[in-house]
């Protein structure tokens, strides 16, 4: 049976005594930066997305206005 008064070998990236060691600590700070940048471009590409979809609405409006006018100019050639 092991006593618990005794130090644990050190598992992982930690030491004896309980305290992370520099690799450890070096690839915490990595994996937090990598998932801020992610979030942040995820963050970006709604705004893409957005974006887009206002492009596409003024799209389909300015395409409806010009059916409108097309119409009405054959109305005009018919009446004549």
Aim: proline fraction near 4%; avoid cysteine.
């Amino acid at each position: 049976m092991s006593d618990d008064s005794t130090p644990r070998p050190a598992e992982g990236d930690y030491t004896e005594s309980g305290v992370p060691g520099f690799d450890y600590v070096r690839d915490r700070i990595e994996n937090r930066f990598a998932t801020a940048l992610g979030s942040s471009e995820l963050a970006g590409e709604a705004s893409v997305d957005e974006k887009l979809a206002e492009r596409d609405k003024a799209a389909r409006d300015k395409l409806e206005e010009i059916r409108r006018s097309l119409r009405g100019a054959r109305q005009e050639d018919a009446a004549e």
